[in-house]
């Protein structure tokens, strides 16, 4: 921050503008009030944005059930009929249930190979409806995907978005 002493006033088209002359004086102002401001730091600044040509591997697709009550993904197994929810102890019939899907894909960075998270939100973006998908041929529709931008987090390796 900045004062400005022995400003010009002017008149142009008929608006006040303020300039600076041969006179102008600037100082950095020191206040210790000021910088103790703290600067706006971005709440995304785990978030990076990534240019990569090809997707290294697949290393899961995983479908699972979601908890009728309380939305949490059910681990067991999906051919059982009756399935529990390990969050809130519900049981409920697998068929009543909502499927889901996540992928893990591995890209390169700098050598070296970096698990990335994609959700159902994304792929569903990505794809269409992902969960009538088979496994295999969502795979292959990840794998063939070529010069994209990935932003994702840094701290938890979920993918946010995907621009092909
Ligand atoms: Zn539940």
Known sequence: MYTLTNLQVRV???????????RTVVQPVED???????????????????QISDVHSVQKIEKYFKCKHCNKKIVQGTCTDVIQCERCGFIM???????SVTAKIGVLLDEQQVSLKIDESL??????????????????????????TVTYN?????VSDINM
């Open 32 to 50: 210790p009030a000021l910088s103790e401001i703290p600067i706006d730091s971005t709440d995304k600044e785990t978030e990076e944005t990534l």
């Open 93 to 99: 019939r697998a068929t009543t249930c909502e499927k």
């Open 123 to 148: 792929l569903t973006k990505m794809f269409g409806d992902v969960i009538s998908i088979d496994d295999k041929t969502l795979a292959q529709k990840l794998l063939f995907l070529e010069d994209f």
């Open 154 to 158: 840094t701290d938890t390796l979920l």
């Open 12 to 22: 142009w088209s008929g608006k006040k503008n303020l300039s600076t002359t041969v």
